[in-house]
């Protein structure tokens, strides 16, 4: 991340403005590149830093540098909202990508972001640039356009605002053309993105919808671009988003369940 401009003013704001200065890239700091990228003085980052490392937020290798200690792994776990969601999508992830043995993904709409809570990969599975706990410009995504199809108008008007990064030479960046797709998604009940983010990888992405029926999450699977026969992915996709959907007690997810029943048993009387 990009060095601060001003330094943050409350002692809440300084803890979070070191500890938003790791990043994927940047996952080991020393105090003077913690002090350089939040705009605090050294002295201010050193009483920081060792608060933070005493509460095992930080941890100080040997080599002098600092990283995310366990115990803010710890204290995130504990987030309904992730491990919840998590925990109910995995046995339908699981399953996907033993059908698949490629990249299946869970991941939620956080801020103007996306954040992926979950990646099952194969060995050979098409690379990628996701990553757990890591995020991505939602225009771009498979998930994401998933999301921000069904966010609030403000939320999409103000993500298609931009700037819109063109990830490759496929990245639609258009606003007009995005609505189109957005609103596209919404008719279909799923999305495809094809090297939209790599060149190489193509995205099946799916809504999972919570108790009270509006979009709380979407799950994907991500295969090689060339060989993908993405129609064929699709109903898998959409079948374990209504799975995970159901489990979490969305109305219209329940409501299938019991048409499929029905149809299921007329049928079963007619044979």
């Given at each position: 991340?990009?060095?601060?401009?001003?330094?943050?003013?409350?002692?809440?704001?300084?803890?979070?403005?070191?500890?938003?200065?790791?990043?994927?890239?940047?996952?080991?700091?020393?105090?003077?590149?913690?002090?350089?990228?939040?705009?605090?003085?050294?002295?201010?980052?050193?009483?920081?830093?060792?608060?933070?490392?005493?509460?095992?937020?930080?941890?100080?290798?040997?080599?002098?540098?600092?990283?995310?200690?366990?115990?803010?792994?710890?204290?995130?776990?504990?987030?309904?909202?992730?491990?919840?969601?998590?925990?109910?999508?995995?046995?339908?992830?699981?399953?996907?990508?033993?059908?698949?043995?490629?990249?299946?993904?869970?991941?939620?709409?956080?801020?103007?972001?996306?954040?992926?809570?979950?990646?099952?990969?194969?060995?050979?599975?098409?690379?990628?640039?996701?990553?757990?706990?890591?995020?991505?410009?939602?225009?771009?995504?498979g998930?994401?356009?998933?999301?921000?199809?069904?966010?609030?108008?403000?939320?999409?008007?103000?993500?298609?605002?931009?700037?819109?990064r063109?990830?490759?030479?496929?990245?639609?960046?258009?606003?007009?053309?995005?609505?189109?797709?957005?609103?596209?998604?919404?008719?279909?009940?799923y999305?495809?993105?094809?090297?939209?983010?790599?060149?190489?990888?193509?995205?099946?992405?799916?809504?999972?919808?919570?108790?009270?029926?509006?979009?709380?999450?979407?799950?994907?699977?991500?295969?090689?671009?060339?060989?993908?026969?993405?129609?064929?992915?699709?109903?898998?996709?959409?079948?374990?988003?209504?799975?995970?959907?159901?489990?979490?007690?969305?109305?219209?997810?329940?409501?299938?369940?019991?048409?499929?029943?029905?149809?299921?048993?007329?049928?079963?009387?007619?044979?």
């Open positions: 991340m990009p060095p601060r401009t001003t330094s943050p003013a409350s002692v809440g704001a300084r803890l979070i403005a070191v500890l938003d200065a790791f990043s994927a890239r940047a996952s080991a700091l020393t105090l003077s590149e913690l002090s350089r990228r939040t705009g605090l003085p050294l002295t201010s980052t050193h009483r920081l830093v060792a608060e933070l490392a005493a509460g095992g937020l930080l941890e100080r290798g040997d080599d002098g540098r600092y990283r995310i200690g366990l115990r803010l792994w710890e204290i995130a776990s504990l987030a309904p909202r992730g491990v919840g969601l998590r925990e109910t999508a995995m046995p339908f992830l699981e399953d996907l990508y033993e059908a698949t043995h490629q990249h299946v993904q869970l991941a939620v709409l956080e801020g103007h972001e996306v954040l992926y809570l979950e990646r099952l990969s194969g060995r050979d599975a098409v690379s990628i640039i996701s990553r757990v706990g890591g995020r991505l410009a939602p225009h771009a995504t998930v994401g356009v998933v999301l921000l199809a069904h966010a609030p108008v403000d939320v999409q008007e103000a993500i298609l605002a931009g700037p819109l063109r990830l490759t030479p496929r990245t639609e960046t258009r606003p007009s053309e995005l609505r189109r797709i957005l609103a596209d998604v919404r008719r279909d009940g999305a495809i993105t094809d090297g939209t983010v790599e060149t190489v990888a193509l995205s099946v992405a799916a809504p999972v919808r919570g108790p009270d029926d509006t979009v709380v999450a979407a799950i994907s699977v991500v295969v090689p671009a060339e060989s993908a026969q993405p129609r064929e992915i699709v109903p898998a996709v959409v079948a374990a988003a209504r799975g995970i959907s159901r489990v979490l007690g969305a109305p219209s997810s329940q409501r299938l369940a019991r048409t499929v029943r029905r149809e299921t048993h007329r049928r079963d009387l007619q044979l």
